[in-house]
């Protein structure tokens, strides 16, 4: 564990430093978790939100907090399961079908004025739409987080052999949509 996540863990146990030890967290983490949660879901409102409901559940179960793995790969797996289940929702919510839920993002990618990008990378954004959302996950978290297929394993608890399986179809899939396009 890094010597931040012990630092921060002593202040919120201690009942006087509790508060100061979660806006220690917030402020190590937050940036991190927006960002997770921004590519994962695109829309900033939505990941605010997001971002939000992460650090209130961390601030709610951080008792449960197991210290075999840093706090950074604690919040991403809060992160990471509320942003699949709010995509899940808002599919099943509006009745969306994956290539309805895909054309409207896709759209929100061709007009936001939030993203501003070079071509490939507005390519690189809709071959990720058209992955299935743990692939997605994935690939986001190996190639644009740059994190171990051990780090992911703990953030998904899915394992090293799976996850590999998953970045390699995610890669072939972006590659080619972006041949094609």
């Given at each position: ?15 006087q430093t ?5 806006r ?5 983490y937050?940036?991190h ?9 695109l ?6 939100d997001?971002?939000q409901?992460?650090f209130?559940?961390a ?7 197991e210290?075999?793995?840093g706090?950074f ?10 942003s699949?289940?709010f995509?899940e ?14 054309e ?6 061709d007009?936001?004025?939030?993203l ?7 390519k ?6 058209r992955l ?5 996950l994935?690939?986001?978290?190996r190639y644009?987080?740059e994190?171990?297929?051990e780090?992911?394993s703990?953030?998904t ?8 399986a998953?970045?390699h ?11 094609e396009d």
């Amino acid at each position: 564990m890094k010597e931040i996540d012990r630092q921060i863990l002593q202040l919120i146990q201690n009942p006087q430093t509790k508060e100061a030890g979660f806006r220690k967290l917030i402020e190590t983490y937050q940036r991190h978790v927006y960002q997770l949660i921004r590519r994962m879901v695109l829309i900033h409102e939505d990941a605010n939100d997001l971002t939000q409901d992460t650090f209130i559940k961390a601030f709610r179960h951080i008792h449960k907090f197991e210290s075999q793995s840093g706090l950074f790969t604690w919040l991403y797996r809060i992160a990471t399961n509320e942003s699949l289940s709010f995509l899940e929702k808002k599919k099943k919510r509006f009745f969306f079908s994956i290539d309805d839920h895909q054309e409207k993002l896709g759209s929100y990618l061709d007009y936001s004025s939030q993203l501003n990008g070079d071509q490939i990378q507005l390519k690189l954004q809709k071959a990720l739409l058209r992955l299935p959302e743990k692939q997605k996950l994935v690939f986001l978290l190996r190639y644009q987080d740059e994190l171990s297929y051990e780090q992911i394993s703990e953030i998904t608890q899915t394992s090293v052999g799976a996850l590999k399986a998953s970045y390699h179809h995610a890669a072939k899939k972006i590659e080619q949509f972006i041949e094609e396009d």
